[in-house]
């Protein structure tokens, strides 16, 4: 696709369940990045890949979070034993890579996780 | 650590009038400048970035924003406001060194409304 794609668009589950947050980037980036958006807030950074390996995962709350980017592609991010609080918006993004931090990181629409 | 102050949750003006979101930073080291517009239930464009060089940068739909140092500024200015301007805008920064991590720490938004 042209843009960056996540799936589902929203997802309602009950707090102790699982859930995986898929996230397709632009084809041919390098760099994939997560994000949550709390409601009122900013997105917060999880976690960035660059490849398949996770160059920096220091945004993860605690370890029910957890992500991974097999293939260097398609990245999803799960959730074990949900919390009301997991509630929010999750972004995903994605840049080439040219080893400058200029580079402009484009934006998926992003998944609405609700935890009832 | 770096972080992003924006002044004014909510601002409201009329259609052609001058729009100002302010926008602070703080960076121990060069930072690199962003402002994202997020309409609803869509994920965040980029608007414009510095990175170095002329501190006063052009955007898209007739935005720009000036980099001003001694001020620790990026404030957005548009002269004429738009309906279709109505929308969340955030400022954010980016380590200038880089390192192992491009992520984005972001403001907590500003919600522009424009009123005919």
């Known amino acids: 696709g042209a843009g960056v794609s996540q799936t589902p668009s929203n997802k309602v589950t009950e707090k102790g369940k699982y859930v995986e947050l898929r996230c397709d980037p632009i084809?041919?980036?390098?760099?994939l990045y997560w994000y949550r958006q709390s409601l009122g807030q900013g997105p917060e950074f999880l976690i960035y890949f660059q490849g398949t390996g996770a160059a920096d995962d220091s945004g993860l709350p605690n370890d029910r979070f957890f992500a991974v980017r097999p293939e260097g592609s398609v990245s999803t991010l799960k959730i074990q034993r949900t919390e009301r609080g997991d509630s929010a918006v999750y972004l995903c993004?994605?840049?080439?890579?040219?080893?400058?931090?200029?580079?402009?990181?484009?934006f998926g629409p992003g998944t609405r996780l609700t935890v009832l | 650590a770096q972080s992003v102050t924006q002044l004014g949750s909510h601002v409201s003006v009329s259609e052609g009038a001058l729009v100002l979101l302010r926008c602070n930073y703080s960076s121990s080291v060069p930072p690199y400048l962003f402002w994202y517009v997020q309409y609803p239930n869509q994920g965040l464009q980029l608007l414009l970035k510095?990175?170095?060089?002329?501190?006063l940068v052009k955007g898209i739909n007739g935005f720009e924003a000036e980099f001003k140092k001694s001020e620790t500024s990026f404030h957005l200015t548009k002269p004429s406001a738009h309906m279709s301007d109505a929308a969340e805008y955030f400022c954010a920064v980016r380590s200038h060194y880089g390192g192992a991590t491009n992520k984005l720490i972001f403001g907590t938004g500003t919600l522009l409304a424009v009123q005919p």
């Open positions: 084809s041919g980036h390098t760099a």
């Open positions: 510095y990175t170095t060089g002329a501190t």
């Open positions: 993004a994605s840049s080439s890579f040219t080893g400058r931090p200029g580079d402009t990181q484009y």
